[in-house]
């Protein structure tokens, strides 16, 4: 079992940036691939970004391109997202999700492959 919690939300102006964290707990001597995802209201839960366990590999959806960074620090157990360049069409809950991989450097970015969610942390970019 791991726990993740996220950080880092709250209230910007478009244009602005935010960092999210999501720091995991408990079982955190597996390997874990991870993704962050995101729900606006009334929306389905979309793809954000998605990295390896080792960092080398990361993948990010179109609308996000360019825009956010995902990175992680394997000693802290801790996963980031950098965003920048945010508009009001980012506005979403943000959840960070982990799956754990044997023997593979892969990302993921079918939220149903992953087995550990947080509990989300909101994002509002004002216009």
């Known amino acids: 079992q791991v726990q993740l919690v996220e950080s880092g939300g709250g209230l910007v102006q478009a244009g602005g940036s935010l960092r999210l964290s999501c720091a995991a707990s408990?079982?955190?001597?597996?390997?874990?691939?991870m993704g962050w995802f995101r729900q606006a209201p009334g929306k389905e839960r979309d793809f954000v970004a998605a990295?390896?366990?080792?960092?080398?590999?990361?993948y990010y959806a179109d609308s996000v391109k360019v825009r956010f960074t995902v990175s992680r620090d394997n000693a802290k157990n801790t996963v980031y997202l950098q965003m920048n360049s945010l508009k009001p069409e980012d506005t979403a809950v943000y959840y960070c999700?982990?799956?754990?991989?044997?023997?593979?450097?892969?990302?993921?970015?079918?939220?149903?492959?992953?087995?550990?969610w947080g509990q989300g942390t909101q994002v509002i970019v004002s216009s």
């Open positions: 999700a982990a799956v754990p991989v044997v023997g593979l450097d892969i990302v993921i970015s079918n939220d149903y492959q992953y087995g550990y």
């Open positions: 408990g079982r955190t001597d597996n390997r874990y691939a």
């Open positions: 990295i390896s366990w080792s960092g080398s590999r990361t």
